[in-house]
């Protein structure tokens, strides 16, 4: 596969509930998860649930495709900022539906694709934005493990690995 | 319940009024509006060291670019007065939840009446501004003891124009009314609105026996009082069938959470209405200051409230 994205956004928050905070750098810490992030925490959400949530990344074409607004399926028209849709990262150019069980490069770190995120109606009801659930569906974005960790920082690029 | 976002708001401007009370407008770095309160809302106040304390907004909810809140600074309280005291800073920052709302006015009806108790003015500062706005009568009666203490009342006057707050002042015996009369004849379809100290509502409520229930409205901030309360052991029955001993000196939140099943908690005072959750089956003792009658039919607060025999709970 051949494509070159660029991360956009890192985002952590402390705890589950608690607004997400955008950083210029970030470690990753295989196995674990984000410095300073819930999930890494154990404070999160989720956390109660075992699953690959050890880093999680939208595409930032989604977030422009919410924006527009798809007036037949369903109606949803919002605008969701990089800071509220509560995934770790905001990719721009990087096919996350096609990375599940693949690996790629993030700057100087190795991502595993785990499984497609789900959304949630805890964020549609977070945001106070109804219908976001709806509008999510299919395209929630990646959860990943973190194969080889190290510092993450805003413009990095994001390329695919040989697996 | 429904989540709520928690913020990390920005301490704009701190002014002192009457009564050793901090008004506080807190704003965000990066959103211009905030998530929108309803006139009655309150927001949690996260004091940094696991304590929340929940404060009623008293600005116009219209105005979305900044809460305001009004912290007392309670000498003999818990101490969370106290803390916020020292936290409230310009320039310092503050976690706050997104706003909720026990204390919300029907949106249509008859006149309003809101009666405040000293610092129990917040939430019906906010409710008078949207009444104003809508052009729905209303009157705001302020009763504290000294004017010296009595905070908010120039503010309530700026902000809803000559003729709708009437100060009723311990010291000053010409401002006085006999709660009875103020509210012996409610029109058809008036609404009256209360918040205050547990005392002060305790004798508006008398004065109001004859009101109908539902034209009745009351906040409080404080737990209720009861000290010939003498808790039982009772049982709990979770929704998968699963069967819980609460013992006399245990509420049934502290049993739950030994279970893993217990709903988030915020005051475990009976006030917030946090771990609020249904019930099913059974003789609930309600013991907290949130529900209203109607709601206690099916909701239950397991932080102070107990049940005869066995209960059967939506968890």
């Known amino acids: 596969m051949t494509w070159a994205g660029t991360l956009l956004h890192i985002h952590v928050a402390p705890s589950a509930s608690v607004e997400m905070e955008e950083l210029a750098e970030a470690r990753l810490i295989p196995g674990r998860g984000i410095e300073g992030d819930r999930y890494l925490l154990g404070t999160g959400t989720y956390s109660q649930k075992p699953d690959i949530r050890e880093v999680t990344l939208i595409e930032m074409e989604v977030l422009e495709a919410l924006a527009q607004g798809e007036p037949k399926i369903p109606g949803l028209k919002a605008v969701v900022d990089p800071a509220d849709h509560r995934r770790n990262l905001t990719t721009r150019g990087v096919p996350l539906g096609h990375l599940v069980g693949r690996r790629f490069r993030v700057g100087e770190t190795v991502l595993r694709g785990g499984r497609m995120n789900f959304p949630c109606p805890y964020l549609e009801e977070l945001l106070g934005v109804p219908g976001l659930y709806e509008g999510l569906l299919n395209r929630s974005g990646l959860n990943c493990a973190i194969e080889a960790g190290g510092v993450i920082r805003r413009g990095d690029p994001i390329l695919p690995l040989a697996d | ?315």
């Not at chain 2, 409230?88 to 939840?97: C, E, I, K």
């Not at chain 2, 229930?213 to 209720?224: I, K, R, V």
């Open chain 2, 1 to 315: 319940m429904v989540p709520r976002l928690i913020m990390k708001l920005d301490v704009a401007e701190v002014r002192h009024e009457p009564g050793d009370v901090l008004l506080a407008t807190l704003t965000h770095p990066r959103r211009p509006l905030l998530p929108a309160a309803t006139a009655g809302a309150h927001v949690d106040v996260h004091l940094g060291d696991g304590r929340v304390r929940h404060y009623s907004l008293w600005g116009d909810p219209a105005d979305r670019s900044a809460y305001r809140i009004a912290v007392k600074r309670e000498a003999e309280g818990r101490g969370g007065s106290r803390r916020l005291h020292e936290l409230l800073v310009p320039g310092a920052s503050l976690m706050v939840s997104a706003p909720r709302n026990h204390f919300a006015l029907p949106e249509t009806g008859g006149p309003v009446r809101l009666l405040a108790g000293g610092i129990g003015i917040t939430p019906l500062l906010a409710m008078a501004q949207v009444l104003a706005a809508g052009g729905r009568a209303f009157h705001l009666h302020v009763f504290a003891r000294r004017r010296a203490t009595a905070p908010l009342i120039e503010e309530a006057r700026r902000r809803l124009g000559p003729g709708r707050v009437s100060a009723h002042l311990d010291d000053e015996p010409d401002t006085r009314v006999a709660l009875p009369a103020l509210l012996a004849a409610p029109e058809p379809g008036a609404v009256l609105a209360c918040c205050g100290p547990a005392g002060f509502m305790a004798a508006v409520r008398d004065a109001a026996a004859h009101w109908p229930e539902e034209a009745l409205l009351f906040e409080a901030f404080q737990p209720l009082a009861d000290e010939s309360f003498v808790p039982e052991p009772f049982e709990i029955v979770l929704a998968s069938g699963r069967r819980l001993a609460v013992p006399a000196d245990r509420s049934a939140l502290d049993v739950l959470r030994e279970a893993g099943v217990a709903p988030p908690a915020s005051c475990e005072t009976g006030v917030c209405g946090s771990c609020l959750c249904g019930y099913r089956d059974g003789t609930p003792i309600h013991r907290d200051v949130v529900l209203s009658p109607r709601a206690r039919r099916g909701r239950f607060a397991p932080c102070v409230s107990r049940a005869v025999g066995t209960l059967h709970l939506d968890l």
